[in-house]
């Protein structure tokens, strides 16, 4: 029914969008100006080339130039009535760029993150402009409003609600002074989504384990760096005994069936990732011999090899190409959790060397289809995010 649903939404807005003259000479439906606005003004025309040598400059760019641009939009939404049949914008006015609510998310968490490892960006105005653009009073009620319209507390759960505690934490641990005050704004969906999600897992019986969007296990890794940076300990071991629920008895990670043709998540090695945050140094050691016991000893890094993609202009194939990334900081965290004499680390970080080379040039604003958002896992790769809370 879901589906139906959703595909009378679609169809609605396709015909609106596409329809290249109003029928029965009605007169056309007026554009809002900031709509019209963002659908042609180039937000990177005034802005300074990137400077040598500075990948994330490339990647700041990349988001500053999708974070409001309405189109292309892809919608997961459940109408409730003929009124929900709305525009992206309309429907959710902070996050309704990127092509979709989750990429707009971690698009805006691109930004907030350049600004606190990157002081000296020459971006630094643009990406504020931006996000006070979408970080107002305003926009935020409204993101509030849509998620608790009925059946949508499952909306966008659990990827885009992960990453939108990421950009909580990114917010939290800023030093700029307008971080704090964009927090503030935002902490009425921070605690919806922390709710929510409290509310859901003891419902979860089983873990997710797809290569894309609904996997549990990188949505709780992002979750408990979220707990930490917010002092939030009872959310954080509500998940933190989740993972050990879901996870702790695991063996032999079938690795070697990876990646699925549409995966941007690595499912074993996201599982590993997340179980670091949850066990010491030693536990983590011995459990991961039991999980994932074919990672060698003799430090070479082509023992697992990059995702490939033949065409980055299709929007699932491409996935691969976050793979690549995630993987790469995935084989970090990894590493960094182990003994420093654990023999099996050079061959991990080995191979994160070579899937963090083949993901990085990868990322590329020729093809909407992944620099909407691979500019994302780059960072998150290139400004080593998932090791920042250790």
């Not at 409001?68 to 892809?74: A, E, F, S, V």
Request: aromatic letters at 10%.
């Amino acid at each position: 029914m879901k589906s139906l649903i959703l595909a009378a939404g679609l169809s609605v807005l396709a015909l609106a969008a596409c329809s290249p003259e109003p029928a029965n000479d009605a007169p056309a439906a007026e554009v809002p100006p900031a709509a019209e606005a963002g659908a042609h003004a180039d937000p990177l025309a005034d802005l300074p080339p990137p400077r040598e040598g500075v990948v994330t400059d490339r990647f700041a760019r990349l988001a500053l130039s999708c974070v409001h641009k309405d189109y292309p939009n892809k919608i997961s939404h459940v109408l409730n009535s003929a009124a929900d049949a709305a525009t992206p914008r309309e429907l959710y006015p902070a996050f309704y760029g990127c092509f979709d609510w989750h990429s707009s998310v971690h698009g805006h968490w691109l930004l907030v993150r350049i600004l606190n490892t990157d002081p000296e960006t020459p971006y630094a105005d643009a990406i504020k402009t931006a996000l006070a653009q979408s970080f107002s009073e305003e926009n935020i009620a409204g993101e509030v409003a849509y998620f608790q319209a009925p059946d949508r507390a499952s909306f966008e759960r659990p990827y885009g609600t992960a990453w939108f505690l990421q950009l909580m934490t990114e917010l939290r641990e800023a030093d700029f002074p307008e971080a704090a005050e964009w927090a503030g704004t935002l902490a009425p969906l921070e605690t919806l989504i922390a709710d929510y999600t409290s509310a859901w897992l003891p419902k979860l019986v089983y873990p997710i384990r797809a290569g894309t969007h609904n996997q549990t296990a990188f949505a709780f890794g992002l979750m408990i760096d979220w707990a930490d940076a917010t002092g939030n300990t009872a959310f954080r071991e509500q998940i933190a005994a989740k993972s050990r629920e879901f996870y702790s008895g695991d063996v032999s990670c079938p690795l070697g069936y990876e990646p699925s043709g549409e995966d941007f998540l690595s499912p074993c090695l996201m599982e590993a990732d997340l179980m670091r945050r949850v066990m010491d140094r030693e536990a983590f050691a011995a459990w991961l011999t039991a999980f994932l016991p074919l990672i060698p000893q003799d430090g070479n890094g082509d023992w697992l090899a990059p995702g490939v993609v033949l065409d980055p202009s299709d929007g699932k194939l491409v996935h691969l190409d976050g793979l690549n990334l995630s993987r790469a900081w995935a084989l970090e965290g990894i590493a960094s959790a182990l003994p420093e004499a654990d023999p099996r680390r050079p061959a991990l970080l080995a191979s994160a060397a070579l899937h963090k080379e083949t993901g990085v040039a990868s990322v590329s604003e020729e093809h909407y289809a992944g620099s909407h958002w691979l500019a994302s896992f780059a960072t998150y790769l290139e400004t080593r995010r998932g090791l920042s809370a250790e």
